[in-house]
C-alpha cells in the first residue's frame, strides 16, 4: 500500500517535527504543519498571525473557525495533491470529525496514524530544554504544563477515535532522534 495521507500524533515536545520531516522525505509527501504555519505566520505580523498570537503564547488552542478552513484549504491545493503527512492537527475529536468530512467529501481517506508516545515528565524536560534553544514564547514552564493539560485533555481522546478506525500505529517516542526514526521507519516499511 502506498502512504500517502498520514497524520502523526504525540504530546507537545514528543519530536514529532523532527520525526515528520524524515518521514515525509522518505514517502516524498508534504508536511502541514499547523503550529508552524501559526509561528510563521506570527513573525511576519499577518493578520492570522496576529489573531493567533494571544492563544499561542497562553498554549491555548486558536479556535476551529480559523484552524479548520485554513487545513481545508491547504489540503485541497495543488502543493498537497501528491499526499501529506499533519504534524498538530487535529488536536481535538471535533477536528477529527471536520477533518473525515473534507476527506470523505473530495474521495479520500488517511492512510496510516503514527502516536509517538513519551512520558510526561520526559516531554517537559525537553520542552524546558527547547526552550533554551529557540526561546517559543510558549516554552515557559507554567505554558508547558498547560499545554500538557489541554493534550491530555482534548488530544488523547483522538487516539482511540482513530484505533476504532484501525488506523492506529504506537511508536516508542524515547530515546534519540535515531532510535525514534529507527522504529518508524521499520513501521513505514
Ligand atoms: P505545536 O507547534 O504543534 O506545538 O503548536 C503550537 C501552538 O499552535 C499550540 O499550542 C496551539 O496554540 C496552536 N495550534 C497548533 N495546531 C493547532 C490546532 N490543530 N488547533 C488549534 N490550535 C493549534
Request: charged share 30%.
Amino acid at each position: 500500500m502506498t502512504l500517502s495521507r498520514i497524520l502523526l500524533v504525540g504530546p507537545p515536545g514528543a519530536g514529532k517535527g523532527t520525526q515528520a520531516k524524515r518521514i515525509c522525505d522518505k514517502l516524498g509527501i508534504r508536511q502541514l504543519s499547523t503550529g508552524e504555519v501559526f509561528r510563521d505566520n506570527m513573525a511576519r505580523q499577518t493578520e492570522l498571525g496576529k489573531l493567533a498570537q494571544d492563544f499561542i503564547t497562553k498554549g491555548e488552542f486558536v479556535p476551529d473557525e480559523v484552524t479548520n478552513p485554513m487545513v481545508a484549504n491547504a489540503l485541497r491545493s495543488d502543493e498537497y495533491a501528491g499526499g501529506y503527512l499533519l504534524d498538530g492537527y487535529p488536536r481535538s475529536l471535533e477536528q477529527a470529525r471536520y477533518l473525515d468530512e473534507v476527506l470523505t467529501a473530495d474521495g479520500h481517506a488517511l492512510d496510516l496514524v503514527i502516536e509517538l508516545e513519551v512520558g510526561m515528565d520526559e516531554v517537559v524536560d525537553r520542552l524546558l530544554k527547547r526552550a533554551e534553544i529557540e526561546g517559543r514564547a510558549d516554552d515557559t514552564e507554567p505554558v508547558i504544563r498547560h499545554r500538557m493539560e489541554v493534550y491530555a485533555e482534548q488530544t488523547a481522546p483522538l487516539i482511540e477515535f482513530y484505533a476504532d478506525k484501525g488506523l492506529l500505529r504506537k511508536v516508542d517516542g524515547t530515546g534519540t532522534i535515531d532510535d525514534v526514526w529507527e522504529r518508524i521507519e521499520e513501521l513505514l516499511d
